[in-house]
Nanobody, 116 residues
Framework: QVQLVESGGGLVQPGGSLRLSCAAS????????MGWYRQAPGKQRELVAA???????NYADSVKGRFTISRDNAKKMVYLQMNRMKFEDTAVYYC??????????WGQGTQVIVSS
């Protein structure tokens, strides 16, 4: 069980970059895989990036090669570096555990809008 606060979203032009941050609390943070999820209007929430406690990463095909997830276990932080952003990256981004997100720990997310 973790408490999560996302930040770093905003308006960015296509091709631009943003870096999202997730501040987490909870005793199990360091032993759980964490991930970034996103939900676009009218679409289901999807997992776009995940990182294990040991640093292994996985990405959805839609973001592979453009996004990089990282974590700092000492600071209980998870990051998502988003490069070469596309219109379809527009969504509210959330962080949570992977593969079993903590139902009671969803934050408000941080909104990312890719627009020219």
């Amino acid at each position: 069980q973790v408490q999560l606060v996302e930040s770093g979203g905003g308006l960015v032009q296509p091709g631009g970059s943003l870096r999202l941050s997730c501040a987490a609390s909870g005793s199990i943070f360091s032993i759980n895989a964490m991930g970034w999820y996103r939900q676009a209007p009218g679409k289901q929430r999807e997992l776009v990036a995940a990182i294990t406690s040991g640093g292994s990463t996985n990405y959805a095909d839609s973001v592979k090669g453009r996004f990089t997830i990282s974590r700092d276990n000492a600071k209980k932080m998870v990051y998502l570096q988003m490069n070469r952003m596309k219109f379809e990256d527009t969504a509210v981004y959330y962080c949570n555990k992977v593969p079993r997100p903590a139902v009671g720990s969803w934050g408000q997310g941080t909104q990312v809008i890719v627009s020219s």
